[in-house]
């Protein structure tokens, strides 16, 4: 029985991947650029394969080299900072800039030019979304499958807070104590999925994968 095969973009810290290998036997190849968050990446997920790269780069070749149907399942999470609400208030402070496109040239691309299943998550933003996604709590996502109303997300006991990450890395289960790049940490950990909707929408699309395959449900 071979393991499914998962491609993890912006992998980060793995906040959607935490759960995973609770759901089935899976082979996870994470794309991270940050070289010190793909060092804590590997360390939280010794069996993965991390590759430090530019992600959006990563998943155009891997289409170019016909390797990106080897994967199963494609989970991406672009930067979300130019899309946030707080470009509301940074505005007001004289900083300006464009909503990076990447997120819907990557939504676009998965849509048309990969036959398994993907999901794309992003933050709410601050204008109306230009592709339709499915708002779960605190994040919009984009798939190509039916998302369940209600992603098993925790309640936070110790509030989320936009400032200082030790709640949120004690939320997330993370440690950035060692961390040494260029990232906040308050950034880092306040942006990170809820373990428990990535394990949620990792078993919604194996589900699809059974009902749609009826061979994949020997990889169980």
């Not at 999470?77 to 899309?83: Q, R, T, V």
């Not at 997330?172 to 961390?179: G, M």
């Amino acid at each position: 029985m071979k393991p499914i095969k998962i491609l993890n973009l912006y992998a980060c810290l793995g906040g959607n991947r935490y759960k995973w290998d609770e759901v089935a036997d899976i082979e996870v190849t994470a794309v991270e650029l940050d070289e010190e968050l793909a060092r804590l990446y590997q360390k939280r997920f010794p069996n993965d394969k991390v590759i430090v790269a530019d992600a959006h780069k990563f998943l155009l070749d891997l289409k170019l080299n016909d390797e990106l149907e080897n994967f199963l399942f494609v989970w991406s999470s672009p930067p979300c900072p130019s899309h946030s609400k707080m470009n509301s208030f940074l505005i007001d402070r004289g900083i300006v800039r464009y909503p990076d496109m990447k997120l819907y040239e990557e939504i676009l691309f998965l849509k048309h030019f990969f036959k398994g299943k993907y999901c794309v998550e992003n933050v709410i933003p601050y204008y109306d979304p230009l592709i339709a996604p499915k708002k779960r709590g605190r994040h919009l996502y984009w798939t190509n499958f039916n998302l369940p109303n209600d992603l098993n997300e925790r309640k936070n006991k110790n509030k989320l807070v936009e400032t200082g990450s030790k709640p949120n890395e004690i939320f997330h289960e993370i440690d950035l104590s060692t961390y040494k790049g260029k990232q906040r940490k308050d950034k880092i950990a306040c942006n990170l999925v809820d373990y428990e909707a990535g394990r949620t929408i990792l078993e919604t699309a194996l589900g699809i994968f059974k009902d749609n395959n009826k061979q994949q449900i020997k990889l169980f």
